[in-house]
C-alpha cells in the first residue's frame, strides 16, 4: 500500500559543460553542452518503491544524485514533504539529507574502511541524536537485525564481510539516522543472483515495515520487475515513460521501453500481486 506523496520532483535538468578542448574541436555552439537530465518530474509515496530503469548514460545516476544535490540541479523543484531541497542551506540541508539517504553500488563509498560496522552504526545514530542511540549494544543490535545480519558482524571491519553483507550493512548505515526516503542505485548491481534477490527481499521489507519511500536504480529491466511498485524509464536524459511496474512492463507504451525490454527478454513481472 503506498501513502501520500513524499519526495516531488519537477522539470529537474542538469547540463554538464564540455571541456573547453574539446569544444574548440567540436566547434559547435550545441555541442558545448550535454543534458545529463532534461526536465524531469515524477513524486514517490510513502512506502512506495519506484524504479528507475534505461541504458548506459540516460542519465539514471546524475538524476538520483540531483535529489540530495550530490549534484546540483541547474533548474527545477525538488521537495521533501513541504520542504524545499534546492532552496535549502547550511543545517536545513543537513537535516533534508538526513531524511534522503543514498545507498551506492560500492558499500566503501559509505563506509570508513577503519571502522568497526558496529562503531560505524552507531557512530551514525549519535551524530544524529537517534532516539535509541545512548545504548550503543542495543542501538547496533536493532540495526542489524533490521538487515537481516547477526549481531556478531559488528565486531567486524567491512573487508571483513562477504558483498551481500557489506551492501546490508550499507542499507543499516542509512536506516541509522531515521531516513524516509531512500536512493539507491545500482545497490544491488553488483552481486550475485542469489545474494542480489536476498537484498531485493530487503528493501521490500524495509517499504512495508518502515514505509520509507525508495527510489531504486537499476539497468537491470529483471530487478526493477522484481522490487518496483511503479517503473519509470529514461533515455537520453529524459524520463519517456513511468507508471504502475505490471503495466509498464508488460505493456510498454513508448518505443524506447520496448527496446528495452526486448534487449532483457525476461523480466518476469512476478508474482506482483503477492507483495503488492
Ligand atoms: N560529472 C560529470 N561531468 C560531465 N558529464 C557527466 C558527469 N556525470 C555524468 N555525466 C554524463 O551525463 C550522462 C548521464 O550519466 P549518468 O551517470 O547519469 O548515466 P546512468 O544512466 O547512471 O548510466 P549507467 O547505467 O552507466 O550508470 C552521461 O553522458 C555522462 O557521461
Ligand atoms: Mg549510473
Known amino acids: 500500500m503506498t501513502g501520500e506523496p513524499i519526495l516531488h520532483v519537477e522539470g529537474v535538468t542538469k547540463t554538464f559543460g564540455m571541456r573547453r578542448t574539446l569544444r574548440e574541436r567540436v566547434g559547435r555552439a550545441e555541442a558545448a553542452e550535454h543534458r545529463a537530465v532534461d526536465d524531469v518530474s515524477f513524486t514517490v509515496g510513502r512506502g512506495e518503491i519506484l524504479g528507475l530503469a534505461g541504458g548506459s548514460g540516460s542519465g539514471k545516476t546524475t538524476l538520483a544524485r540531483c535529489l540530495i544535490r550530490l549534484v546540483e540541479p541547474d533548474s527545477g523543484a525538488v521537495r521533501l514533504g513541504d520542504d524545499d531541497v534546492l532552496a535549502a542551506k547550511g543545517a536545513d540541508l543537513r537535516e533534508l539529507r538526513r531524511r534522503m539517504q543514498m545507498v551506492f553500488q560500492d558499500p566503501y563509498a559509505s563506509l570508513n574502511p577503519r571502522m568497526t560496522v558496529g562503531t560505524a552504526l552507531h ?3 549519535r551524530v544524529h541524536r537517534r532516539p535509541g542511540s545512548e545504548d550503543a549494544d542495543r542501538f547496533v543490535t536493532e540495526l542489524l537485525a533490521r538487515v537481516h545480519l547477526s549481531p556478531t558482524i559488528a565486531a567486524r571491519r567491512p573487508r571483513e564481510l562477504s558483498g ?51 527510489v531504486f536504480v537499476a539497468h537491470q529491466l529483471a ?7 511503479r517503473v519509470a524509464i529514461m533515455h537520453q536524459g529524459r524520463m519517456v515513460e513511468i507508471g504502475d511496474a505490471g503495466v509498464v512492463l508488460r505493456d510498454p507504451q513508448h518505443e524506447y521501453t520496448r527496446a ?4 532483457h527478454p525476461h523480466p518476469d513481472p512476478r508474482g506482483r500481486a503477492g507483495v503488492a
Open 223 to 229: 530487478v526493477i520487475a522484481e522490487v518496483a511498485d
Open 164 to 214: 551481500g553483507q557489506r551492501q546490508r550493512v550499507a542499507v543499516a548505515r542509512a536506516l541509522a539516522v531515521g531516513p524516509e526516503v531512500l536512493i539507491a542505485d545500482e545497490a544491488v548491481s553488483a552481486l550475485d543472483v542469489s545474494v542480489q534477490a536476498q537484498l531485493l527481499n530487503l528493501f521490500l521489507d524495509l517499504r512495508d515495515e518502515l514505509g520509507v519511500a525508495i
Open 260 to 263: 528495452l525490454l526486448a534487449a
Open 123 to 125: 557512530e551514525a545514530g
